[in-house]
């Protein structure tokens, strides 16, 4: 017995690369420093704490950048293989931290409005992005669950973070509830896995499962798919959406929507495209029904809605449904697709969010549609602004959703396969229905009459920045994606 635990720990290896790790270094230290040091802070000295979390972003972005550029082909193996870093994984960190930095940027003068303590708000922004960043390098899927917990548990706190409001408290309980649900399936999902393989390595799993039954492997497959269905906001599992987005404040909500989305489907991606690969057959099937339920459910519902911050929920979901086209092709050029789709839906989904958050932000408003009226009439740029993230959102050209669209859907068809050909019909019928809701917002903002009077919006620094990066990436992601090879040039496969 003691030579067995000799062997093993003479074997062991954690093989750390610092340099490989220092983006989750600055954000997960920035988080830990936000969080001591703010009680410290008084007055306007409180605002230290946002321009640490910013610049903790922007550090880690640039650290990814000198990553990738001096190591292209680079694939690190961190923690005895339990941790991997590679293009694939800090691509994805590279979208976590876009959808992090516009948060933080737009919440600055909206915290104070809201009452929100700041150094809270930002370590909890922190930590939350440091747990999809473990997500995407998860080389195993223990620490892939580690990574989630971390994310939700962040996720939980912001979605009540507005505490003496009734309908955060509300988003809170019910995320908190339905995520320990999802979360619960998602571990028994990782033991039936282990049971079938004797692994909870990602590339060990795939080496065992191609020789052993799939029984085993097929159950813990299809728990994996409930417990990670819910954190995407696939339809049967999107019930917890509408209220949690529109509970919570909505910066929040806007961080809500992109990053941790992403990160639940760099999972999917590490799950079920390579750990669970074997399986791709009855995989497919399974997820061609998840994507088109997803989609065409997501869309149904939008129509319905009276209010933009809801709506743009609804809409959320349909969003998942076409990247989960991705998934059902099971192919190189299909998941960098999916990747490139993530990278353009937080770019013009925080955008408007944004203006959003600028409407809402005057005395005695909020987010429904009749706030809108008139809107173009007195901030022709805001109306311009907010017209291009729709038309984006609805997948118009030139602009980011289209391009995105067009990669997944081009992808799918490449595949030859018939059912997929039907699966992007289905979704282009889908992005047709969704032009109605989107548009509805600009017909409001341009032809309707406002029916309150007049209240000036505020034009804060932060918010500015995030409009400017936010319309920039719509823009260039969608005219000049040669920009951006790093990202189309990538595959997980």
């Known amino acids: 017995m003691q030579e067995t635990v000799k062997t093993i720990l003479e074997n062991f290896s954690l093989n750390i690369d610092l340099v490989a790790l220092m983006p989750e270094i600055i954000i997960c230290g920035m988080a830990l420093i936000t969080m001591i040091v703010e009680p410290f802070l008084k007055g306007d000295n409180k605002k230290v704490v946002m321009h640490l979390a910013w610049l903790s972003i922007v550090a880690a972005l640039v650290s990814i950048y000198f990553i990738l550029t001096s190591q292209p082909n680079l694939t690190s193996l961190q923690f005895a293989d339990a941790y991997r870093i590679d293009s694939y994984s800090l691509l994805f960190k590279a979208i976590f931290l876009i959808g992090s930095l516009l948060t933080v940027f737009i919440s600055s003068n909206f915290l104070k409005f809201k009452d929100v303590p700041d150094g809270e708000f930002y370590s909890l922004i922190l930590f939350a992005t440091f747990g999809m960043m473990n997500m995407a390098s998860a080389g195993d899927l223990i620490v892939l669950f580690i990574g989630l917990e971390i994310m939700s548990l962040s996720l939980y706190v912001l979605a009540g973070i507005l505490r003496r409001s009734v309908y955060a408290n509300e988003a809170s309980l019910k995320y908190f509830l339905m995520g320990a649900f999802a979360s619960g399936f998602l571990i028994f999902g990782i033991a039936f896995i282990y049971g079938a393989t004797g692994t909870t390595s990602i590339i060990d799993v795939i080496q065992s499962s191609e020789i052993l039954s799939n029984t085993y492997l097929m159950i813990g497959a299809a728990m994996v798919m409930i417990g990670l269905g819910f954190k995407i906001g696939a339809v049967p599992f999107h019930m ?73 929920a609804y809409s959320s979901i349909s969003h998942a449904g076409y990247v989960l086209i991705a998934l059902v092709a099971f192919t190189p050029a299909a998941t960098t697709a999916g990747l490139y789709y993530l990278l353009c839906y937080t770019v013009m989904n925080i955008g408007a969010f944004t203006i959003l958050i600028m409407v809402e932000a005057r005395e005695n408003s909020d987010t429904n549609f009749s706030s ?109 994606p040669q920009l951006f090879a790093l990202f189309l040039n990538t595959s997980l496969i």
């Open 240 to 312: 917890w959406i509408p209220d949690v987005y529109t509970g919570s404040i909505t910066n929040v909500t806007a961080f809500m929507s992109a990053g941790p989305k992403a990160a639940a489907f760099a999972a999917f991606f590490q799950v079920f495209i390579v750990a669970l690969r074997p399986l791709q057959n009855e995989l497919e099937v399974v997820l061609w029904i998840l994507s088109a339920l997803t989609m065409t459910l997501g869309n149904i519902l939008a129509i319905t809605q009276n209010d933009v911050k809801r709506m743009l």
């Open 372 to 480: 809108f009226a008139g809107m173009a009439r007195r901030y022709p740029f805001l109306g311009i602004l907010l017209t291009i993230f729709m038309i984006s959102l609805a997948g118009f050209p030139p602009t980011a959703g289209f391009m995105g669209k067009f990669l997944v859907f081009k992808a799918a068809i490449d595949t030859g396969s018939t059912s997929l050909i039907v699966l992007v019909v289905l979704a282009v019928i889908n992005s047709l229905v969704s032009v109605y809701y989107y548009l509805r917002v600009v017909v409001v903002m341009f032809m309707v009459e406002p029916e309150l009077e007049y209240r000036p919006i505020n034009f804060a620094t932060g918010i500015i920045a995030a409009l400017v990066i936010s319309m920039g990436g719509t823009l260039l992601l969608g005219i000049y």
